[in-house]
């Protein structure tokens, strides 16, 4: 199926998106819980949406909602880094566009625009602790879609 407007299979692209979200929505989960293990700050916002949306709901539901809101922003992000990817290849490294992209969304969604949502400070205000641990896990999302979409890219 091609849209009309891009000419762009969608199926190939959303099964793409869907696998790689998924990859890497697993693979950032050992560095957050890590990173909780030793007691940083880490995915204050997934939690933070899940008890807007949902905070009535009973621990074991909200935790289950919150892993699945993980994996429903992973996949939903993978798109835009996919078609980055098709567009810089051969030109610019997959890892570093995947990098580029894990620290922008991150620079974006969770140290800008979050924080303004819910009128908190940046997390540049609080300091290199509480900014590096995240940076870190949306740069191995970023790395993760860059790594196991090479087959998809080259086609």
């Known amino acids: 199926m091609h849209t009309a407007v891009t000419g762009v299979a969608i199926v190939p692209w959303a099964k ?3 696998r790689s979200g998924l990859i890497a929505g ?53 798109p835009p880094l996919l078609l980055a990817l098709r567009a810089t290849r051969g030109r610019i490294s997959a890892l570093l566009t995947g990098a580029a992209y894990g620290a922008g969304f991150y620079a974006a969604v969770n140290s800008l625009a979050l924080p303004w949502l819910y009128g908190d400070p940046t997390p540049w ?31």
């Open 16 to 18: 793409e998106a869907l």
């Open 26 to 78: 697993l693979a950032m989960i050992p560095f957050g819980m890590a990173f909780r293990a030793m007691g940083y700050r880490i995915n204050e916002y997934g939690l933070k949406v899940v008890d807007t949306l949902f905070g009535h709901a009973p621990g074991g539901a909200r935790f289950a909602l919150f892993v699945g809101e993980h994996f429903l922003i992973s996949c939903l992000a993978a």
């Open 125 to 155: 205000q609080l300091g290199w602790p509480v900014v590096y641990p995240s940076l870190t896990v949306h740069l191995v999302y970023g790395l993760s879609i860059a790594l196991t979409s090479r087959g998809f890219v080259r086609r």
